[in-house]
């Protein structure tokens, strides 16, 4: 099995800046994907990006070219780099971890993301 701790949400104001992130503990040798999503309130919850563990990453349309996934596989841990930040992308972001031979997906408890316009 795998914990993931995520870190890093607050407030920031329209077009700032924030990263967040997560670490991975437990059997983190059989992680394999690992994902970053967000629900906003009443909606559903939505992918972000993915980043493969050979760092192959892929963004959702709402994010590319404004949110950079990084992942550094010696520390067990993922970032989302958050630019020009928006205030529809106000949400709880999740991290997500899929292991080898592990039909579960594991989350962590979310980290609240607030951009005031």
């Known amino acids: 099995q795998v914990q993931l701790v995520e870190s890093g949400g607050g407030l920031v104001q329209a077009g700032g800046s924030l990263i967040i992130s997560c670490v991975a503990s437990?059997?983190?040798?059989?992680?394999?994907?690992m994902g970053w999503y967000r629900q906003a309130p009443g909606k559903q919850r939505d992918l972000v990006a993915l980043i493969s563990r050979s760092l192959s990453a892929d963004y959702a349309d709402s994010v590319r070219g404004r949110f950079t996934i990084s992942r550094d596989n010696a520390k067990n841990t993922v970032y989302l780099q958050m630019n020009s930040l928006k205030p529809e992308d106000t949400a709880v972001y999740y991290c997500?971890?899929?292991?080898?031979?592990?039909?579960?997906?594991?989350w962590g408890q979310g980290t609240q993301v607030t951009v005031s316009s």
């Open positions: 997500q971890a899929e292991c080898f031979g592990d039909p579960n997906d594991y």
């Open positions: 437990g059997s983190t040798f059989s992680i394999n994907r």
